[in-house]
């Protein structure tokens, strides 16, 4: 890793990604408040916590079933306006959310629906703006610009539900209120982005090019290394999602430890994010990606194990630092790797293993807990993620061997092609 100060090599020199930036700030803090205000909102309703569950359903469903879709329409159009669209359809949902909340006039059917049409609408949003990012920078700072973008992300995680929970003070309206305000900036920043994207190739939608993308990436073994490793690890480390029963059951602290606990792996993510965007990944990078996986895989061990909170906080810091080094070396290998034809459909396939590792990792690490115990569960899950790091490396080593984040031309290929210009 190197530090830069070039100013060629700031990202402040490239307005598109700074517009895109602000727009992601916007429209993440704006989500995060909303998600917080939907929960409260519907459990107030009902008073039923299966309808907790619905919430995530809904927007699980479209995720997943229109994956591929989106892929194959992100690589057909111009990426910029499929997010603007989707961020309009964002806010037009909210702005009802608003109306109805605001009117005393929502109910749970209503609310669910519009969380479904937003759901929707980020299936299409995902592939087009991950595949989007590359065009904003040059090469040699993509891995720069994945971690300021998750550095966005991350801090939206940490201070927009508590954004959300205050203003939910004065009613479940005045968050959407806000949140529409802010889906409006991004709507704003996003329609004033300019940048550079190749004609795309019309194609028909057919099987063919729908599934495209999982084709490609089962022709390239390191991207299909790094998306299953991503898979693979977050499906058994779902130790996140049992920091209730650690909080009340382990470390016996109220529910200001629960809060500190989530916050640990998104402050620990958020100032490695900082830390990356100041620093390019130049050498050794599959090696490094391994090991903070291996790390991830290890603090989730000293977490499990742990009977103190400040150990248990320590522990999930150092969980969410690692997985931010890793995440941001997956996604520039994943983006460097993958044409600009096929970027939307490949990261539409991502898009399907992140959701459902995300979805299914709760659910395993619930259903363990309840066999065997929470402490046991979490166990077998930092176990299994060293597993899955040790049989990748074996598995896929020129992954492992991986120096630089981007592609190394093969030798072979490399002496053919000079053979051929002789």
């Avoid at 995440?327 to 293993?353: C, E, H, K, Y």
Wanted: aromatic share 8%; hydrophobic share 55%.
């Amino acid at each position: 890793m190197s530090h830069s100060t070039s100013p060629a090599a700031s990202l402040r020199q490239h307005p598109a990604f700074v517009q895109f930036w602000f727009a992601r700030i916007a429209s993440g803090f704006g989500f995060q408040m909303l998600s917080v205000a939907v929960g409260w909102q519907i459990y107030e309703i009902t008073g039923r916590a299966l309808d907790l569950g619905l919430i995530g359903l809904v927007q699980f469903i479209p995720s997943v079933l229109l994956a591929l879709p989106a892929g194959h329409v992100a690589d057909q159009f111009e990426r910029r306006r499929i997010v603007l669209l989707g961020q309009i359809v964002d806010l037009l949902a909210i702005a009802v959310l608003a109306a109805l909340s605001l009117m005393h006039a929502a109910h749970e059917a209503s609310i669910l629906a519009l969380v479904f049409v937003i759901g929707v609408a980020k299936a299409f949003e995902f592939p087009a703006m991950q595949s989007m990012l590359p065009a904003l920078v040059p090469p040699a700072l993509l891995g720069r610009a994945m971690a300021v973008n998750g550095s966005a992300g991350q801090a939206a995680m940490i201070m927009g539900p508590a954004l959300g929970g205050l203003l939910y003070v004065a009613g479940p309206g005045v968050v959407y209120v806000v949140c529409a305000v802010l889906y409006l900036a991004a709507v704003l920043l996003m329609r004033r982005l300019r940048y550079e994207q190749a004609q795309p190739k019309r194609e028909p939608a057919t099987l063919k090019t729908l599934f495209a993308g999982v084709h490609f990436i089962r022709a390239r073994p390191d991207v299909l290394g790094v998306i299953s490793l991503d898979l693979f690890a977050v499906l058994l480390g779902g130790a996140t999602a049992l920091l209730p029963i650690f909080a009340k059951d382990v470390l016996h602290t109220g529910p200001w430890g629960l809060g500190l606990l989530r916050a640990a792996p998104a402050v620990g993510a958020l100032l490695m994010s900082l830390w990356l965007a100041r620093h390019n990944l130049e050498r050794r990078v599959g090696t490094l990606m391994f090991a903070c996986v291996a790390g991830f895989g290890v603090a989730t061990l000293v977490f499990a194990l742990s009977s103190w909170l400040w150990l248990s906080l320590v522990a999930l810091f150092a969980l969410g630092a690692f997985d931010m080094v890793s995440m941001v070396i997956r996604g520039a290998l994943v983006q460097l790797d993958t044409p600009d034809d096929m970027r939307g459909r490949v990261s539409a396939v991502n898009a399907i293993f992140i959701n459902t590792s995300n979805q299914l990792g709760e659910f395993e690490s619930g259903l363990l807990a309840a066999w065997l115990g929470a402490v046991n569960a979490t166990l077998i899950g930092g176990i299994g993620t060293l597993v899955v790091v040790g049989l990748w490396m074996w598995m896929f080593p020129s992954l492992r061997r991986r120096q630089k984040l981007h592609a190394e031309p093969d030798p072979a290929e490399a002496g053919e092609h000079a053979a051929n210009t002789l």
